[in-house]
């Protein structure tokens, strides 16, 4: 059983950063792999990023360059580094683990949080 909690949303200007984390409960937060998905309004919820338990990581292309995943197994911890934003990354943000390796779809993860609300002005 694992509890996720997101924080670090907000309002930004596009082009501006910034920095989502998930702190995760248990103790066997190291053997999961982790990803970030989105809720964008009048969209379907889509694939942001995901890291293994080894850190390989994965990325849709439409992230490449300007998101980076990473995770800090000491604290239970999942980071989403986010550069260069976009008014279109408007959404709300959702930390997910699922028990076996990196994975880019919902049906993939077994826990998730609740969600940070991410919004980019134009």
């Known amino acids: 059983q694992v509890q996720l909690a997101e924080s670090g949303g907000g309002l930004v200007q596009a082009g501006g950063s910034l920095r989502l984390s998930c702190a995760a409960s248990g103790r066997t937060f190291s053997s999961y792999a982790m990803g970030w998905f989105r809720r964008t309004p009048g969209k379907e919820r889509e694939f942001v990023a995901a890291i293994s338990r080894h850190n390989n990581v994965l990325y849709p292309e439409f992230v490449k360059g300007r998101f980076t995943i990473s995770r800090d197994n000491a604290k239970n911890t999942v980071y989403l580094q986010m550069n260069s934003l976009k008014p279109q990354d408007t959404a709300v943000y959702y930390c997910?683990?699922?028990?076996?390796?990196?994975?880019?779809?919902?049906?993939?993860?077994?826990?998730w949080g609740q969600g940070t609300q991410v919004t980019v002005s134009s």
């Open positions: 997910a683990a699922a028990r076996l390796g990196a994975v880019s779809t919902v049906p993939g993860y077994d826990y």
